[in-house]
């Protein structure tokens, strides 16, 4: 009979036929035979459950749980082990691992979202939601002292001086004549091991030799191994006498278990009794009566001894005994990370200092079951907190034009902030360049906010600086307000935003451009991308003409077949007041890329003048601006404030007045939109029980009226929008300039891309910008810069640049999409990073700058001027080292006291010599703080560094054929495939991708390089 079980309800997940046969075993031998030489084969030991385990049917302890069940030697192993099997203590560990997840969500939401009304954290909260994980994690634990005897058994060792009748009760606790008994004393030399079962647990019974001073060889030899026993057993029974008196070997016993447990035992209570018990006891557990020779009481010292089990049943019934070793290791790791949190909490550490622990106990339990990604965490966030006709041209040209109109090594298409960057970074790495834009008048306009920066975008905006890109400095001269957001945490998570006079800000860039050497800035519509053969050769404008290029950089922004959303009315647009991109789009997508549609929104404009801002709460700058450029020396324009105000319920009523006029849900617009910045509609909709959201009002310049409402993005009908203004405290008499609108866009899938921003299909064309999925100026500009970079290094033939997660915020935003897509608009946030302590804002040219004047981005002068930033930094950590301050025990160095969190590094600065502090910055000042204060934080993630560098170098080839591979689901095959990741590490990074697969990877890697080793 043949029963064909169906995935995915079968035990491995996968179709599954069991074929039942009545007969001998010559019959079920044949059976076999002509099933192996079908081609068939024989599964290896525990190959039906490990692919269960690869199918996603159970996780890593229920598969454990299974080869202890088959291995159980007792009942209550068994049931132990069936019931882990069944997911007891992965149910029992699910809440934990939710609320540390909670727990990690809201601290990251503090930091990650500051500037969104979510509020911070009390300590006072942190501990309460921590002290019940930290509990939970103890107790299990400990549980593991029980668990390792349910599943290994113990070790019950009896011993005594001679003639206590030790032999005697060894076989009574057997039933039968295991060990020889006799009156006369050292009968017994040996050893004597036997394993048994006592209610339901594994026992090795050993008797010992009788422990007195004596001058026989043997004899002592097997009084030392007595003492090796005594060493080595999970309990102890001391056994004395009854019938006499406390000999001196008894009280020698009694000193030698001084500081264990163990159980007291009296012999030969069938005789009369002369032993005195007074003030012997000691650490003794229990008091047992026995007559090992009648049998007398055996049989309560068993329950006594094994009590304690009867009451681990009711708690293994729970799912919370640990049996498993590897399982004793993590969770222990798991709580030791907890512990280590709450002493942070009394030391009042900053948040991101706890975060490390935090997310080093999630690391531990995830071992265990599977893996929880960073967008789990964000997932949390987001479902916690409002944080916010063409002309027609033959899109698939693959023939080799004869001749072109112009030439030039790179072509970048779009010139918004990551066209931009992908231009100047071409041109100064020697390349003749042209940036082909659809109007000059509009080169790096700000579609959105008129604003750079804030939490994790600063990050990339220094490292774009760093590098050599130049965002920070057009930033810096155009800036009208600048503000170092989250400065009361610590320095990890300092970001620095400035709002932009936006004209200056477009104005500034261009003249950037304009005066970059080898750059051409071209006013034109791109239709078509030119190819042959799996290489780019140029582009085709809608004029004719035809562009040669080595190179070409997508940078399209929201132009491929947009299409602007306000109420009811909607129409082709790249942005407002600007023509989509059509045929290009069409042109791109002949190629065979796979692609989606995303969505953004912007909110309304607002004239300055009929706004009062008297009834508003001013939100000014710092007093003393942070530059994004470490070439700035200071800000030098004026500065001006912005305003907060709130919505309140009538607002809201509006909202839900009009839903069926919104194009958001009325399905007009079929675009996935960003979770971090939502529609005003879908604030009021999705938190019905959030009685106000936060709104900023934004100077768009200094010459200017404009006013940008942040918080109301929407694409409700203009009179809509303007009901929901004029509701607005403060705004009641406000005149909308521009109406919000929603857009929808195509973009190209991430993962088409290699780390370097090619392309995958087309050699010699790159992508960057929100033609990724990302959104954000910064996202864009940053990836402008490394694909300029790369188009640069790939036409003058020289080495790509990769940028690792542990080198900048760039290289896990590039990461993150390559590997994982992008299934809705991208944005950066601090909480992405796994050393977020490393990559900070102060560290950012110490980083990058030495591989920016590598590559040609960085010129002499500025290296220079790096150079000596860091001798100064050097000088000042030498100083701190050598002079001494008082603390309450006496003397230490500063950097020593520097350690403590109550210690501040101006209170050292008087004695800096004049010259060098003359010579530092504030930021400087607080770099070297941030280095010496977080010392071993900063060591400790060193050391995961080199963790993720040793996984990074083991190298993917490119066409490893995944599907060869037995024991990889067809999920896991067809996303490695189409990604196909560089490196283990990255493989490690996809989504659905277990650690079981990636160590089958490894191996078939480490086998196909042994063979490769042989034939060479």
């Avoid at 094994?306 to 290791?329: D, Y």
Wanted: charged content about 25%; glycine content about 8%.
């Amino acid at each position: 009979m043949v029963t064909y079980f169906k995935s995915p309800r079968s035990y491995t997940g996968e179709d599954v036929v069991e074929i039942s046969c009545h007969g001998s075993p010559v019959i079920l031998k044949e059976v076999m035979r002509l099933l192996l030489q079908s081609g068939a084969r024989l599964a290896t030991p525990g190959e039906f459950t490990f692919r269960a385990f690869l199918q996603g049917r159970i996780d890593l302890v229920q598969a454990e749980a299974v080869r202890d069940l088959i291995e159980a030697k007792t009942v209550f192993q068994a049931k132990v082990a069936h019931q882990q099997a069944a997911g007891s203590l992965s149910r029992r560990l699910k809440p934990v691992k939710n609320q540390l997840i909670q727990l990690i969500s809201l601290l990251e939401a503090g930091i990650d979202f500051a500037e969104d009304d979510v509020p911070v954290m009390a300590w006072e909260e942190i501990e309460g939601r921590l002290s019940p994980v930290n509990q939970e994690l103890n107790y299990l634990y400990s549980s593991f002292s029980y668990g390792k005897i349910v599943t290994a058994g113990l070790t019950l060792a009896i011993i005594g001086r001679p003639n206590v009748g030790k032999s005697s009760l060894f076989n009574a606790v057997l039933r039968e004549e295991r060990a020889i008994v006799t009156e006369v004393p050292g009968t017994t030399r040996d050893l004597i091991t036997e394993s048994t079962e006592i209610q339901g647990i594994a026992v090795r019974l050993v008797d010992t030799a009788g422990i007195r001073d004596v001058s026989d060889k043997v004899e002592r030899r097997g009084i030392d191994k007595s003492y090796e026993a005594l060493a080595d057993a999970d309990r102890i029974l001391l056994l004395l006498d009854g019938s006499e008196e406390l000999a001196v070997e008894d009280h020698h016993l009694l000193s030698q278990l001084r500081d264990r447990e163990y159980y007291l035992v009296i012999n030969k209570v069938d005789l009369p009794q002369r032993i005195i018990l007074d003030g012997i006891t000691g650490t003794a557990k229990a008091i047992c009566a026995v007559s090992a020779k009648t049998g007398q009481g055996v049989e309560l010292l068993k329950d006594t001894l094994f009590r304690e089990f009867s009451q681990e049943k009711a708690l293994e019934r729970e799912g919370a005994l640990v049996t498993n070793i590897r399982h004793e290791r993590l969770i222990g790791e798991a709580w030791q990370a907890t512990s280590r949190v709450k002493e942070s909490l009394q030391e009042q550490m900053p948040h991101e200092i706890l975060l490390l622990d935090l997310y080093g106990a999630l690391k531990a339990l995830n071992a265990l079951t599977g893996e929880t990604t960073v967008e789990d965490i964000l997932e949390n966030i987001f479902s916690t907190f409002c944080i916010g006709k063409s002309l027609s041209v033959n899109a698939n040209v693959t023939v080799p034009c004869t001749s072109y109109d112009e030439e030039y090594d790179a072509v970048v298409i779009g010139g918004g902030h990551a066209g931009c960057e992908a231009a100047v970074a071409s041109a100064r790495m020697g390349l003749r360049a042209a940036l082909y834009t659809m109007n000059l008048d509009l080169i790096a306009q700000m579609s959105c906010n008129p604003a750079i920066g804030g939490i994790a975008k600063g990050h990339l905006v220094r490292e774009i600086d760093a590098l050599g890109g130049v965002m920070g400095e057009v930033i810096d001269r155009t800036g009208i307000q600048f503000r170092l957001l989250n400065s009361s945490r610590g320095p990890a998570v300092w970001s620095p935003r400035a709002q932009a006079d936006k004209q200056a800000y477009r104005v500034e860039m261009r003249r950037v451009l304009e005066r970059q050497a080898g750059l051409r800035i071209k006013q034109a519509e791109v239709v078509a991308i030119l190819r042959e053969n799996g290489r780019v050769l140029g582009i085709g404008l809608r004029d004719g003409r035809k562009v040669r290029a080595e190179a070409v950089i997508m940078t399209t922004g929201t132009f491929l077949n947009g299409l602007i959303h306000v109420g009811e009315n909607r129409y082709p647009a790249g942005r407002s007041g600007e023509s989509p991109s059509i045929p290009l789009a069409e042109s791109i997508k002949a190629i065979g890329f796979t692609w989606g549609r995303l969505k953004t929104g912007t909110p309304p404009r607002l004239d300055g003048r009929t706004i009062d801002f008297s009834r508003l709460q001013e939100q000014k700058g710092d007093d003393q601006p942070t530059p994004f450029s470490f070439r700035t020396k200071e800000i030098l324009q004026p500065q001006v404030s912005c305003f907060i105000t709130y919505t309140d319920e009538k607002v809201h009523k509006i909202i839900r007045d009009n839903m069926a006029r919104s194009p958001l849900y009325s399905g007009q617009i079929q675009g996935i939109g960003p979770r971090y910045c939502p529609s005003f509609e879908d604030k009021v909709i999705k938190f019905p029980d959030k009685p106000r959201h936060q709104l900023f009002l934004e100077p768009e310049g200094l010459n200017t009226n404009e006013i940008y409402v942040n918080g109301l993005s929407t694409s409700m009908p203009v009179d809509v929008q303007l009901a929901l203004v004029r509701s607005i405290e403060g705004l009641q008499r406000a005149e909308v300039i521009r109406p919000g609108y929603a857009i929808e866009y195509d973009y190209v899938e991430p993962t088409e891309l290699y780390p370097t921003l090619e392309t995958k299909r087309v050699r010699g064309l790159f992508h960057a910008g929100q033609i990724n999925g990302t959104t954000g100026y910064e996202e864009a500009a940053c990836q402008g810069l490394v694909a300029g970079i790369n188009a640069a290094l790939k036409v003058k033939g020289q080495e790509s640049l990769i940028l690792g997660r542990n080198q900048a915020y760039i290289g896990i935003l590039i990461d993150d999409l390559i590997t994982k897509g992008a299934h809705e608009p991208y944005r950066m946030f601090t909480s992405r990073a796994e050393f977020r302590l490393h990559l900070r804002i102060d560290n950012a040219d110490e980083r990058l700058t030495p591989i920016g004047h590598q590559i040609g981005l960085i010129s002499g002068e500025h290296f220079c001027q790096y150079g000596a930033k860091q001798e100064r930094l050097a000088a000042l950590k030498d100083h701190l080292q050598r002079i001494k301050v008082p603390v309450e025990s006496g003397k230490l160095a500063a950097a020593q006291a520097l350690k403590r969190t109550e210690v501040r590094i101006e209170d050292f600065l008087e004695s800096v010599p004049l010259a060098l502090r003359q010579s530092l910055s504030r930021e400087e000042i607080k770099s070297v703080e941030t280095a010496i204060k977080y010392e071993g934080y900063l060591r400790q993630q060193v050391s995961e560094i080199e963790k993720m560098k040793k996984a990074e170098s083991r190298t993917i080839p490119a066409q490893f054929e995944y599907q060869n591979i037995p024991g990889l689901s067809r999920e896991i095959v067809e996303k490695l495939s189409r990604i196909r990741p560089s490196t283990l590490g990255q493989a490690g990074r996809i989504p659905g991708v277990t650690p079981a697969a990636l160590s089958i990877i490894h191996i078939y890697l480490e086998v196909e390089s042994q063979k490769r080793a042989k034939t060479a």
